[in-house]
């Protein structure tokens, strides 16, 4: 009888931990929202630094986008996904990006939808902000390249 209480008990730990957890983490709703179809905007400019980021919210192809205005960062999305469609960004490269405006951290920076290059678009969510390398929704609702709002 020991045992079973014992082994009761555990279970009922595991369950409530578990049910906590998951509350914790971002469901499908939450990291969309951080694209909001209304504060779209479209950018030109030169890309001045292309980095790969690979923990946690952070990970992702990220380009600082230099504009007439401003220098901003951009945010696109996997890089097996980007390259899986035939792109890549260096330095150097002129691209005209359509996205999101959002603030992270106090920085204006940009959830990218749509990024042309050399004639070419690569499409990296819908209109409503869905990602399109997992069927639109992310890693379990994630946006993987994008940190939490502030």
Do not use: N
Request: hydrophobic share 35%; with cysteine; net charge positive.
């Amino acid at each position: 009888m020991r045992c079973l209480t014992a082994w009761l008990t555990a279970a009922a730990a595991i369950v409530i931990l578990g049910a906590s957890v998951a509350q914790a983490q971002p469901g499908p709703g939450m990291r969309q929202r951080m694209y909001d179809p209304s504060k779209e905007t479209t950018i030109k400019g030169t890309v001045d630094k292309v980095t790969q980021g690979t923990r946690g919210m952070w990970m992702g192809t990220h380009l600082m986008v230099k504009t007439a205005d401003a220098t901003m960062e951009v945010m696109l999305g996997p890089s097996s996904f980007i390259s899986g469609k035939g792109f890549s960004f260096a330095k150097g490269d002129e691209v005209e990006i359509t996205g999101s405006k959002v603030t992270i951290s106090g920085k204006e920076s940009v959830i990218a939808r749509e990024v042309v290059k050399g004639g070419k678009t690569l499409t990296l969510r819908d209109k409503t902000g869905r990602p399109e390398w997992s069927g639109g929704m992310g890693m379990r609702g994630q946006m993987p390249c994008c940190p939490p709002q502030s």
